[in-house]
């Protein structure tokens, strides 16, 4: 699946879940941490195609589909996680399971993986939480010891990862959930070559449900989790439209 396709279904179901929580983000730490959940799961939608190589979206400050707008942030974050995370993660576990962990077909490796994904934000998380408690000495810089904003821009990551999977879940390439142990890939029926037009339905209809969340929140006074549950419905209502669980191809698109 496209790095744009990615983006978007991962940048709604982002605003999905946010949406009932608008109305509690009067603080600036509340407003940050939005800010930090969106940019994790931006950063994170595109994150598992790292073992493309250098063509993989998150090497490149161009975002996909945005005509020649760039974040110059993502190639930085990129080549930081390959280096730091990715590489050591996909070398313990050369170790323990050799070459098996290679992708036969495709790209879809560890990256591609729920265990992968783990770790590698796992990680990440601890050497932000690393920089920021060496940080914290510095005087006035106390408060980053132990913030709980590195824990939400982690878990931020992983949840753009984790969407990233669920997302190719739906094309006929599939994600192999319990890599490197079993090698068998839960696929649907999209075409993963930006042609099949459900990806924008879907997109269309998680802002459509953001908006009604949110404009319902302000007046009914909504848990801010409920875009959790609504977006989780949605997904396995999408799942099954995009054709989860299909047979086997004869060949697998990544």
């Not at 940019?39 to 490149?60: E, Q, R, V, W």
Request: net charge positive.
């Amino acid at each position: 699946m496209k790095g744009v396709t990615h983006i978007i279904l991962t940048m709604a179901t982002a605003l999905l879940i946010l949406a009932p929580a608008v109305p509690t983000l009067t603080t600036p730490t509340a407003i940050l941490g939005a800010v930090l959940f969106i940019l994790g799961a931006f950063l994170g939608s595109i994150t598992p195609d790292i073992d493309m190589g250098k063509g993989s979206a998150i090497f490149h400050a161009e975002i996909p589909g945005a005509k020649g707008k760039k974040f110059f942030l993502t190639p930085v974050f990129g080549h930081t996680i390959n280096t730091l995370c990715y590489k050591p993660v996909r070398f313990v576990f050369h170790l323990i399971f050799g070459d098996k962990i290679y992708a036969k077909q495709g790209h879809r490796e560890l990256p591609h993986s729920p265990i992968g994904i783990f770790f590698m934000s796992v990680l990440l998380t601890f050497y932000i939480w690393a920089v920021c408690f060496a940080l914290s000495f510095i005087p006035g810089l106390s408060f980053l010891a132990n913030n709980p904003l590195i824990f939400v821009f982690g878990a931020s990551f992983f949840f753009g990862c984790l969407m990233h999977l669920v997302e190719d879940t739906c094309d006929i390439a599939g994600v192999h959930y319990f890599y490197p142990f079993v090698f068998r890939r839960l696929r649907g029926k999209l075409l993963g070559d930006g042609t099949d037009t459900r990806p924008r339905v879907y997109m269309i209809l998680f802002l459509a449900a953001a908006v009604i969340l949110c404009a319902a929140s302000f007046i009914l006074s909504l848990p801010a989790f409920l875009g959790i549950p609504v977006a989780v419905i949605l997904w396995i209502i999408f799942l099954a439209a995009s054709g989860v669980p299909a047979k086997k191809q004869n060949r697998d698109l990544s």
